[in-house]
Every structure is written in C-alpha cells, then in structure tokens.
DNA sequence: GTCTATATCGGGATAGAC
DNA sequence: GTCTATCCCGATATAGAC
C-alpha cells in the first residue's frame, strides 16, 4: 500500500466517518462524502466496493475509538468507588470529544440490531466481572444494595444521555447558548460522580 | 370530513407513525407506509401532499402524545420528593408505552435541530418554574444543594436511556432475553426514584 | 376518495479513458 | 489511482380514469 493510497483511504474514512455519524446509514449520500473528503464519488467505490461495506467500515471504527479506554478502567483492579470515579470521568471526556458517536450507535443498533451487535461483540464487552465485584461489595456492606445492572444502566445513562440529547438539552435549558452548555457539561464529570455515590452510600 | 376520511386519514397517521418511528425520517419508505395502512401510496399524497408534510405531522403527534401528562405533574403543586417520584413513576410509564419515541425525536432533532425543535417549542415546554421550586427547596435546607438544571438532566437520563438503548443493553446485560429486559425496566420505576431521591438527600 | 399507470429525479454503482 | 460519463434502479410525485 503507498501512501497516497494511505491517505486517501484514511481521508475517505474520516470524511465518511462524519457524515455518517450526524445522519446514519440512510440519510448520508454517497456524494456528500466523496465532497467532504475532497475527491471524486468514483473514489469510494473504489477502496470500498460499496455504500455499506463503508458504514460498516464506519460502524466498527466508532466502536473501537470507543471501547479500549472504558474496560481498561472497568477491568482495573482499583477499588469500587475510584473505578466509578474514575470511569465516569473518562468516559465523559471520551464522550465530549465524540459527541455524535453514541446517538449514531444507538440508532443504527435499533435499525439492524443482530447484524451490527456482532460487530460490537467482536469487540469484546464483557461486564459480568464488574457485576461480580460489585455484589462482592454489597455483601462487605460497602455499598447500598442495589442490583449492579442498575447501577450500570443509571451510570451510562448520565453519561451517554446528556451528550446525546443536546440539541434538545441545550435549547430548553440553556437558550441554546452552545458555550454553557459545554461548562455544564464539564460540570458533570463532579456532579455526576457525586451524585452516584450519594446515591449508593449505605 | 366524512367517517371515512377521517378513518384513512387516522390509518395513515399511525401507519406512519409507525414506520417513521422505527427508520427515521431518512429510512423510512412511502411504499412500507402505504403497505402498513393498508392502502395505495397514491392516497398519501392525496392526504399528505409529500413525505415531509407527513413527517411532520408525525413528528407534531409524537411529541403532543408526549409532553402533556408529564407537564401537568412538573407544573402541579405537590410536595417536590413528591413531585420527583410522581414524574419519574408516570414518564417511564409513557416511554414503556411508547418505546420508539425517544430515539426518534433525539435523531431528526440531531438532523433539522432549528427547524424541528419549533414543533417543540409550540408544544410549550417550560421548566423554568420547576427550577425556581427547586433552587426554593434548596434553600430550605431540604434537599442537597445541586443545580435544578443537573437533576432535571439526570432524571430525564436515568428515564430515557434505558429505553432508547435497549437494543444494546439487552444484549449486553441480559443476553437478549426480551422478557427479562422488560422485568427491568419495570423494577426501575422504583429504582430510579429511589436512586434520585437518596442522590439529593441532605 | 381510491385506484393504475407513468413521469421525474436522485443516488448508488459501473465502464472505461487516462 | 483518479477522473468523466453513464447506467439503472428505487422512490417520490403526478396524471387521469373510475
């Protein structure tokens, strides 16, 4: 492979990568990405025979940008409190930085589930070791009882959520004011750690 | 209007409603909409002079589905640990009912933010008084201090989430077992309040 | 109001020159 | 590897009969 060949390849996923992230599989065009990425619709088809061979291309890259950062943490061998601290904290500035991934995930999930869950499982999610290390901490008393699966679910919501709702967030409580809206979110790295440890203090 | 206007004109609503729902305003076809009310696709254009009239429509009756009953609770004069277990208890009522609702509205809103959120605004959403209750509350000593504007984000994620990532959750937490993602969302009704309420608690 | 037939157009994909 | 030109299909939209 050259490095032209290198270039172009990595320019058209990267162009790729942005439309298909604000619109999805079916509102992105073909068009529109060769636009973004600088070279002539042909081209895509190209060094990726077709549209969807491209989304999947997409599709598993948005993952694996992802994943990694989050089970390192999650498989660390820290203590219950500082793993959650410290994950929400990560995983929240993965998440400003990639703020259309988790909409486009969720979206397209929901548009073919089985399909595309394969790709995420390739990708090796595995939480049943947190789950165990958590309910091993409900019994020392550490924490309040809650079933782990909540915890998690209620974790990633206020994570996930509040990026991926921020056109609407934004508009109703921020008069769409994009600045506050970033310190807000900047904010809720504390604030959303607190509030999940208050919430599972015994 | 004749009963039988108004009967295929409500077919194609919900029909659209529907399909609109599930594949988005992009993914969506007129054909698979004709087909699920039953009808030829001619007959939309005759009630919906194009896709995006009918779009709109549809996004108009999601959101009207929506709004009202959570507003009448937000609005209403009940004591606020109340007024939280209420909301939370009625909302994930609604989004149970209506599971394809939140993705929709988070993904067009994403696509025409400007454009779409006027359906929105002319639905009258206003959380301005809640916040000053809240920030009342706050003063009085009985409730954590935590700006409104985080606890009302966090109790829409804790909410909306669990419903909107279902595809993934599923898999993940549950080995995509239906019924058993169902149990759980049920148990959350309570959860949720308890997690919110024990998060605030001075 | 509802149908069949058809026009029109946009966009994904291919052929072929360079 | 990159471009221009073009094909072809699917989907929206319209015309017109009943």
Redesign the interface.
Known sequence: MTDQEKNTEQKILEAASRVFL??????ARMQEIADEAGINKSLLHYYYRNKDKLFISVFRLAIQDFLPGILHILNSGIPIFQKLERFIHEYMRVLIDNP?VP?F???E???D?DRL?QV?KDAG?E?SRFIKEFEASVKKGEV?N??P??L???V???C???I??R???Q????DNDARAYEA?LK??EA??SE??I????P
């Open positions: 604000r619109k999805g599989m079916a509102g259309f909409m995930i969720l979206h999930l929901q548009r589930p869950f995420f999610i939480p309040r809650i079933d699966r909540h998690i679910v209620n990633l919501s206020l996930i959520f509040p991926a709702a056109p609407m967030m508009r109703v409580l921020f807000f904010e809720r604030v959303v509030f999940v208050n919430a599972i203090q």
